[in-house]
T-cell receptor, first 117, second 114 residues
Framework: GQNIDQPTEMTATEGAIVQINCTYQ??????LFWYQQHAGEAPTFLSY????GLEEKGRFSSFLSRSKGYSYLLLKELQMKDSASYLC??????????????????FGAGTRLFVKA | DSGVTQTPKHLITATGQRVTLRCSPR?????VYWYQQSLDQGLQFLIQ???????AKGNILERFSAQQFPDLHSELNLSSLELGDSALYFC?????????????FGPGTRLTVL
C-alpha cells in the first residue's frame, strides 16, 4: 500500500529551529514536496526534492533520503506566522493505461506546528 | 495569490442535491488537479486533467465527475450529495503535469451539505 507518516503536532519557540519528519512508502517515486497550509487556506508550495540531499531556501530547508524513504523539513529562526500545518507529499508513478499517464500525488495528514512566544 | 481561481468560495446545499465547482488554472498551465480535504482526513487526490484529457484518477466517487474545457478551465460535478461530502475542495494547476512540475493551489471551495 501507499503511506505517508508525519507527526500530528509539534510545538516550538519563536526564534528556535524545528525539524518535521516524514516517512513514506509509495509505489514509485518522482519527487517529494512540502507545502505549508494555514487553517482554511490553500496549501502553498515550500520545496521539492527528487535527488538525495539537502535543498536550502532561506529559512526553510528540506532533506531527502530515497533509500530510507525519509524526508525532513527544517525551519530556522521560527516566527509566529510559521504556525501552520506542514504537508509532506509524494509524487508516485505514472498511471498506467493512459498515453501518457499522469501522476498521483499522495499527501500526508500534515503536521500542525504551534510557535509560542 | 497563486493565480488559480475557484468559484464559489462557499456553497451550502442539501443532501441529494447536485453542485458544480469551477476552477481556472494559472495562465499558461495545462494541467488541473482536484483534491478533497475533510476535517478528519488530509488532502485526497481526486482526478487530474491535462489539456482537456483525463490523465490520472484517485479516490473519486462514482457520484463525482469532472472535465476540463478547451479554454482549460475545469469543473467538478458532485451529485446525490451526502453529509460526508462536506469538505474543502481544492483545485491545483501545473504547467505540463510532468515529473518536475509543481502544483499551485487555488483558494478552495468550502462545501457544506445539510
Amino acid at each position: 500500500g501507499q503511506n505517508i507518516d508525519q507527526p500530528t503536532e509539534m510545538t516550538a519557540t519563536e526564534g528556535a529551529i524545528v525539524q518535521i519528519n516524514c516517512t513514506y512508502q509509495t509505489s514509485g517515486f518522482n519527487g517529494l514536496f512540502w507545502y505549508q497550509q494555514h487553517a482554511g487556506e490553500a496549501p502553498t508550495f515550500l520545496s521539492y526534492n527528487v535527488l538525495d540531499g539537502l535543498e536550502e531556501k532561506g529559512r526553510f530547508s528540506s532533506f531527502l533520503s530515497r533509500s530510507k524513504g525519509y524526508s525532513y523539513l527544517l525551519l530556522k529562526e521560527l516566527q509566529m506566522k510559521d504556525s501552520a500545518s506542514y504537508l509532506c507529499a509524494v509524487r508516485g508513478s505514472r498511471e498506467l493505461g493512459r498515453d501518457p499517464g499522469g501522476f498521483k500525488t499522495i499527501f500526508g495528514a500534515g503536521t500542525r506546528l504551534f510557535v509560542k512566544a | 495569490d497563486s493565480g488559480v481561481t475557484q468559484t464559489p468560495k462557499h456553497l451550502i446545499t442539501a443532501t441529494g442535491q447536485r453542485v458544480t465547482l469551477r476552477c481556472s488554472p494559472r495562465s499558461g498551465d495545462l494541467s488541473v488537479y482536484w483534491y478533497q480535504q475533510s476535517l478528519d482526513q488530509g488532502l485526497q487526490f481526486l482526478i487530474q486533467y491535462y489539456n482537456g484529457e483525463e490523465r490520472a484518477k484517485g479516490n473519486i466517487l462514482e457520484r463525482f465527475s469532472a472535465q476540463q474545457f478547451p479554454d482549460l478551465h475545469s469543473e467538478l460535478n458532485l451529485s446525490s450529495l451526502e453529509l460526508g461530502d462536506s469538505a474543502l475542495y481544492f483545485c491545483a494547476s501545473s504547467g505540463t503535469g510532468g515529473t518536475t512540475d509543481t502544483q499551485y493551489f487555488g483558494p478552495g471551495t468550502r462545501l457544506t451539505v445539510l
